[in-house]
């Protein structure tokens, strides 16, 4: 790969500041984070720490204020937005793994993966095929035309972290993915999610509160007050 | 590209058909209100069309038969007849009166017509049942909408009449069914006074000395026939040679005869563009709300499904999708909804319209023009909806 030896995700400094004057507040004071391809990385905090505010700036969803943002070795924000499409960088460059699965109701399986590629240009029948791929990978080929509201939790999660990795995407945002499943479950999604990021050479954010899943993590970030600080995890074997 | 409309459509095909059965009752009212103005139109051109007339001669100064009433001599049509261009020539009149038919009243129109020969304008063209009149009296000819049957025995005012024919679509312009009469029959029944009238007249002819002189016998006794003779009608019905120019012949008969030509162009400018001016003025109003309702209607139901599904458009601009394919999803959808509301509609309508009392006639041109403003409508109508969801902040679909 041609960023193999580039960061994922570098932030320097990543600053967010919501309303103006006495009613300002920091959300973000100055972030700093490095994520290799292939990672998967935890982000703890409490709430109100800035979690979800560090996520939607990364998932270009929201502005920053201040700060730089490098994806795949590319500066997409320094100070302002250096991409002037943020929805094809958060199409062709970014996934996103909800708490809730969120996919598509009236599509079936095999089209709420293949929506994304086909939202990029592609054919549909290239789409389907490579949504088929990920569904395989996940082990849940066999509910490819299945609706999604005939799909268990967990099935409904790895739908979703199966379209997060539709387009190639070099990191994927994980917003608490794990927590509306049982503990057997939710380690089933890390392994997935490790395994992806393994196979996929995709960098992974996972915020989480789950304390399940905290000592999966090889490195987590913690947020506090809008700062991050970094610290070695168990990495406990799944 | 999957199209996300047809696939919410089918997804959720239930609650859109009925909302879309619930629309198209509304169009399908909205389509018969235009049916039923087409249909008074319809009336009152069959009305000209079925009499055989080119030209219809009324009293001077008057818009009759149809729309003022009019009382012309039965004898002026000879002179008439002299009049170059005139082929034929008929006498007629022409009577609304309410009559009892299966134990309910009815309105009809009486229509006098000339029997002695056969052809004649005012007759009607053609019979579905039965014969012409061939008798000078008490023999009709019923439009099948008067509810009545062949052989069956009615009574107009003082007289029993027998059907003795049916014709189809005979109407007077205010939706009528038409008898048709002997001419002398008509005369009666309009013009002639019933006999306590007729005493009452002859006392008081009498007792008026310049009709009751006693050095001019015989005086009385005609002034008394003259009051009792009925020997009006409403307006001569008159044919035109294949050359001739009605404008032409009308202009001469009014110059000569000091009456009134009409001819078809000008009646159809009476019946329809100044006898029903108000009701299609009415009408277009009741379009017009209808319409506004119907918009108002649509609105409101693509508003409320495009907020009912809120996350997944913020989900669906989250992974990327362009607002054109968002704008679309809902414009098609607003689209697939007008367009099951509009054959509800025209269904609907083609149902229940013959149910109505009066003629409702569906215009294919009508239903393609509606099918164009409900479209219009329901896109519309979805602006609001895709100003909703392009507002919608992607954020949204994730936490916190």
């Given at each position: 790969m041609d960023n193999v030896d580039k960061p994922a995700i570098r932030l320097s400094g990543l600053k967010k500041r919501y309303?103006?004057?006495?009613?300002?507040?920091?959300?973000?004071k100055g972030v700093d984070m490095t994520l290799w391809p292939g990672e998967v990385v935890g982000l703890v905090g409490p709430s109100g720490s800035g979690k979800s505010t560090l996520l939607k700036c990364l998932g270009a969803v929201i502005e920053p204020t201040g700060g730089r943002m490098e994806l795949a070795g590319e500066v997409i924000y320094d100070n302002e937005w250096k991409i002037p499409d943020l929805r094809a960088l958060r199409r062709d460059r970014i996934g996103f793994v909800f708490q809730a699965p969120y996919l598509i109701p009236f599509l079936d399986v095999t089209d709420n993966v293949a929506l994304l590629p086909m939202l990029a240009g592609q054919d549909k029948a290239t789409a389907r095929k490579r949504a088929l791929e990920l569904l395989t990978a996940l082990d849940i080929q066999h509910r490819a035309g299945a609706q999604v509201s005939q799909l268990s939790g967990g099935e409904q999660q790895r739908v979703a972290i199966a379209r997060s990795l539709a387009n190639h995407a070099p990191v994927i945002l994980a917003d608490e993915p794990t927590a509306p499943l049982d503990s057997e479950r939710a380690l089933t999604v890390v392994r997935i999610l490790n395994d992806m990021a393994v196979q996929y050479r995709t960098s992974i954010i996972v915020v989480t509160h789950d304390e399940k899943i905290i000592?999966?993590?090889k490195r987590i970030y913690h947020i506090r007050d809008g700062r991050t600080h970094e610290e070695a995890g168990e990495g406990r074997p799944l | 590209m999957i199209n996300l409309a047809s696939r919410d459509i089918l997804h959720g095909w239930g609650k859109f058909l009925f909302t879309g059965i619930g629309l198209g009752l509304l169009i399908g009212a909205t389509l018969t209100m235009a049916g039923v103005f087409r249909g008074m139109v319809d009336d009152g051109q069959v009305l000209i069309d079925n009499s055989g007339a080119d030209l219809w001669v009324v009293q001077?100064?008057?818009?009759?038969?149809?729309a003022e009433p009019s009382s012309i001599r039965d004898d002026v049509w000879r002179g008439i007849a002299g009049i170059q261009g005139v082929a034929e020539t008929g006498n007629a009149a022409y009577l609304t009166i309410q009559m009892q038919h299966g134990g309910k009243d009815t309105r009809v129109m009486i229509v006098g017509i000339e029997v002695d020969r056969p052809g004649r304008p005012g007759a009607p063209p053609y019979l579905t049942f039965g014969r012409p009149?061939?008798?000078?009296?008490?023999e009709a000819i019923a439009d099948e909408k008067s509810g009545h049957k062949l052989g069956e025995r009615v009574r107009i005012r003082r007289h029993d009449y027998t059907i003795v024919g049916l014709t189809r679509r005979m109407v007077s312009s205010s939706g009528d069914p038409m008898i048709f009469v002997p001419l002398k029959d008509a005369q009666e029944i309009q013009f002639l006074k019933d006999n306590d009238a007729l005493v009452n007249e002859r006392a008081r002819t009498a007792a008026n000395p310049a009709f009751n002189r006693p050095g001019v016998p015989g005086l009385l006794e005609a002034a008394q026939a003259s009051a009792a003779q009925a020997r009006n009608v409403n307006t001569v019905l008159v044919r035109l040679a294949p050359d001739a120019n009605a404008d032409t012949v009308a202009g001469e008969i009014q110059r000569w005869k000091r009456l009134t030509a009409y001819t078809k162009a000008q009646m159809e400018d009476i019946l329809i563009a100044k006898l029903i001016a108000t009701s299609a003025r009415q009408i277009g109003m009741f379009l017009v709300i209808l319409a506004i309702v119907t918009a108002a209607i649509v609105a409101f139901i693509i508003y409320t499904m495009t907020l009912a599904k809120v996350r997944e458009i913020a989900v669906l601009k989250l992974i990327g999708a362009q607002n054109r394919t968002i704008a679309g999803m809902i414009l098609q959808q607003a689209l697939g909804l007008g367009v099951i509301g509009f054959l509800v509609g025209r269904i609907s309508a083609g149902l229940?319209?013959?149910?109505?009392?009066k003629y409702v006639l569906l215009l294919p041109q009508d239903a393609i023009g509606g099918f164009a403003i409900v479209m219009t409508i329901c896109a519309l109508a979805s602006l609001f909806a895709i100003r909703a969801a392009l507002s919608i902040d992607p954020a949204e679909a994730i936490g916190g």
């Open positions: 309303g103006s004057g006495d009613a300002a507040v920091d959300a973000l000592p999966t993590f | 001077q100064g008057t818009l009759g038969p149809y009149i061939l008798q000078g009296h008490y229940w319209g013959p149910a109505f009392p």
